[in-house]
């Protein structure tokens, strides 16, 4: 539960995590289309029988770029926790303050990340 992956990220998970133990979930977005894609929100939830490693979420925008920390309280930058949602404002420009996500342009991408312990 240090926050650095044991291997590569998988699409879909291979093998069993056990109680204790953390999982890293990551989420990739990318804009397909030809034009700007407008308030890019990444939801997802703690999986049931775990619990979010407060701290842990990361963001970044660009392709290949390694995610930073962001904190996981409410309105303050790209990432918060309400206990279960998990919420990333993706692009230029989010507002979360006011729940709005931010802009990318045809071909970005964003990734996002947050650990899990089981319990």
């Known amino acids: 539960?240090?926050?650095?992956?044991?291997?590569?990220?998988?699409?879909?998970?291979?093998?069993?995590?056990?109680?204790?133990?953390?999982?890293?979930?990551?989420i990739k977005v990318e804009n397909q289309g030809d034009?700007?894609?407008?308030?890019?929100?990444?939801?997802?939830?703690?999986?049931?029988?775990s619990t979010f490693v407060a701290g842990s979420m990361k963001y970044c925008i660009d392709s290949n770029?390694?995610?930073?920390?962001?904190?996981?309280?409410l309105d303050t930058d790209a990432g918060k926790f309400v206990d279960p949602d998990i919420t990333f404002y993706a692009g230029s420009t989010p507002a979360p303050a006011t729940d709005k996500g931010g802009k990318l342009l045809p071909g970005q991408q964003a990734t996002v990340r947050f650990s899990t312990k089981v319990n």
């Open 1 to 26: 539960c240090d926050g650095t992956a044991d291997g590569a990220f998988e699409a879909n998970l291979t093998s069993q995590v056990a109680p204790n133990e953390c999982a890293i979930w990551q």
């Open 35 to 49: 034009a700007d894609a407008l308030n890019v929100i990444v939801r997802d939830k703690v999986p049931a029988f």
């Open 65 to 73: 770029c390694t995610p930073a920390s962001v904190t996981d309280t």
